[in-house]
């Protein structure tokens, strides 16, 4: 493994997106980049996936986005700031300063999946092929499915929920309790989560900026600049193979997936049974034999 920094403009002032490969570019396979979460997670809790290396011997790229963990922080700016195309030419430009622009697929997750629709969208003639890992096609049907679970939770939960909306105390630690709740149903279902989950959550604890700024407090109450984006009607316009896949109890439910499968014309979708919204640290060696073996058909 080895570690390193991009260094780029965005906007008006220069900034590091910190980076991690494992294995080697230029040999192999051709590399995965993988597209952390949030938006305002890190690369962390997606670290065992570092493992195709080791397995495939194909360099795999983690990053934390900027505004996020070992990158450039600016707590100073706004909404106008942090956009989806803010984060889509950080990726170019990561992947053309790693000589990789000519070669490589790309996984994104949750949030990370909605970057990575926007990437492919761009038509990058080095993109062989495309994972939209526990996403979707849109912000507001997200949501909406989120509030379909949130309806099933105990109805004290719901209760404390809805109080601290109301009130605009969603800061208060009962409200964090409650959204754990939700949290353990269909974010993780693993007691307790692995260190390297909790790492990457911590990170937006210490620097909320990009979370709030684009989604809101939590995973269903979102106020954010980004509520609105969806690419349902742009779907069609992803000419590479795409793989989804999700879990059986994710807050990217089903419905999401039928969604984009419906849409995306090359597209075939795994759903892991014991998982929720992280089934890469849930069921581990299914899904680096899924991934691994459907990389390999598009590695040429």
Not at 195 to 207: K, L, M, Q, S, Y
Not at 255 to 266: F, N, R, S, Y
Request: charged share 25%; proline share 6%.
């Amino acid at each position: 493994m080895r570690t390193g920094t991009t260094t780029w403009t965005a906007g008006d002032i220069d900034v590091e997106t910190w980076w991690r490969i494992d294995g080697e570019l230029g040999a192999g396979p051709a590399p995965l980049v993988v597209l952390h979460g949030g938006p305002g997670a890190t690369h962390d809790y997606l670290a065992n996936l570092a493992e195709l290396a080791a397995r495939d011997g194909r360099a795999v790229v983690l990053y934390d986005q900027l505004g996020n963990g070992r990158s450039t922080h600016l707590p100073e700016r706004g909404a106008e700031f942090w956009t989806v195309d803010l984060f889509v030419n950080e990726l170019h430009t990561l992947v053309r300063d790693l000589g990789i622009a000519d070669r490589h697929h790309v996984l994104g997750q949750s949030w990370g999946g909605f970057l990575a629709q926007e990437y492919a969208l761009t038509q990058p003639p080095g993109l062989r092929a495309l994972v939209l890992a526990d996403t979707a096609a849109s912000f507001p049907d997200f949501v909406a499915e989120c509030n379909k679970l949130r309806a099933e939770l105990p109805a004290d939960v719901e209760a404390t929920l809805r109080k601290h909306e109301e009130a605009g105390t969603t800061d208060d630690p009962d409200y964090a309790a409650a959204c754990d709740v939700f949290y353990r149903r269909h974010v993780c279902r693993l007691d307790p989560w692995p260190e390297f989950v909790t790492a990457a959550f911590e990170w937006i604890d210490r620097d909320p900026t990009v979370y709030h700024t684009m989604n809101g407090p939590s995973e269903f109450h979102v106020i954010g600049s980004i509520r609105d984006w969806q690419s349902k009607d742009r779907l069609g316009e992803i000419r590479v193979p795409t793989l989804l896949v999700s879990g059986r109890y994710d807050e990217a439910t089903p419905a999401l997936q039928e969604t984009l499968q419906a849409g995306i014309a090359d597209c075939d979708w795994v759903v892991f049974e014991e998982s929720a919204h992280l089934p890469h640290v849930e069921e581990p060696e299914r899904y680096l034999d899924v991934v691994g073996s459907w990389l390999r058909r598009y590695d040429s």
